[in-house]
């Protein structure tokens, strides 16, 4: 356990220098803004672009690790509609935001530095995979799904579905995915000076994002809806965890690092995505807002927990 902890510690001690940073206003105002956009435009793409360019063979078909997860997306997302209406009592219309919140991990600021840590860098491909999934299918599947409940129909679920696709053609992650694959199928290393560039980016991926989500955090809110909150926090924290891990290990029999990967991605707190989503159509905002926060201060302990239960199923090697 010791040496778990050793190795999460330093990862949410950078998200709350970056907390406090913001708090005491340390740096500019826009400094938080930059620093994400810097760390998700620039620093993450050339990790993820870096990553993907040195694939080699790969143990099973990224087709099983697709399969899991969306297996575990789908269990998730139905129990998240059902707690939804019939444990919190909300409309059918807060559903999808909350589906979203419960689903959509943060995988990329605070999952990919957890993952590489645990897991090595032979973990940077399932890693990509995944990254690539949730961004593609959870925005289509709660577009799809605001659209049904609001009886969005015809042309304007059309426009809107058709937004999302292209949100997320344009995308820096996925673009820097597809350009990373594509450079692995020439079989050319990338050149010597380009290389270390993309190295040296990619070597201020991790710091600046989890510093940036310090700072981020400072902006949400915590208080109130504690049902919603707490309820979100399960599904998110425990519940698709152990479905993940479930599904990983006993379904789809997956390697360990790909089921390790998978299970550390989906244990992560809520995404800003999921915020995103909810202030795109004005529904469940407050309850999202302070679930990104409050799950992120209990994933503390979650993650940790979650890291020594696959140290001991021999899937995370404590380094």
């Not at 826009?30 to 620093?35: I, K, Y």
């Not at 799904?145 to 996925?174: C, F, Q, S, W």
């Not at 379904?251 to 299970?263: E, M």
Request: aromatic share 8%.
């Amino acid at each position: 356990m010791l040496d778990i902890i050793a190795l999460i510690a330093p990862v949410f001690g950078l998200i709350g220098l970056g907390f406090l940073a913001a708090k005491g206003r340390l740096l500019d105002a826009p400094a938080p803004r930059v620093l994400a956009l810097f760390g998700y435009k620039i620093a993450m793409p050339a990790l993820l672009f870096r990553a993907m360019a040195g694939v080699g063979e790969v143990p099973v078909s990224p087709l099983w690790l697709a399969l899991t997860y969306i297996a575990g997306i789908a269990a998730t997302w139905i129990l998240a509609v059902l707690a939804t209406r019939l444990v919190l009592r909300r409309p059918a219309e807060d559903a999808p935001a909350f589906a979203m919140g419960a689903c959509f991990s943060n995988g990329v600021m605070l999952g990919f530095p957890v993952i590489l840590l645990a897991l090595g860098p032979e973990a940077a491909t399932p890693m990509a995979f995944l990254a690539t999934c949730e961004t593609v299918l959870l925005w289509i599947f709660g577009t799809l799904h605001m659209g049904l409940v609001t009886r969005e129909k015809g042309r304007a679920g059309l426009r809107a579905l058709g937004a999302v696709l292209l949100d997320v053609a344009r995308n820096p992650l996925i673009l820097a995915l597809a350009a990373g694959l594509a450079w692995s199928t020439t079989g050319i290393a990338i050149p010597a000076i380009p290389a270390r560039l993309v190295d040296l980016l990619a070597g201020a991926a991790i710091p600046v994002s989890l510093f940036a989500l310090g700072m981020s955090l400072a902006a949400y809110e915590f208080r109130g809806q504690a049902s919603s909150v707490a309820t979100l926090c399960v599904l998110k924290l425990v519940l698709y965890p152990a479905l993940a891990f479930w599904l990983a290990t006993e379904v789809f029999q997956l390697p360990r690092i790909w089921a390790g990967a998978l299970v550390i991605y989906v244990a992560m707190p809520v995404g800003a995505n999921a915020f995103i989503f909810a202030a795109r159509y004005d529904r469940a905002v407050g309850s999202i807002s302070a679930a990104v926060a409050v799950s992120t201060v209990l994933s503390v302990v979650t993650v940790t927990l979650a890291l020594a239960f696959l140290a001991h199923r021999g899937i995370v090697i404590p380094l």
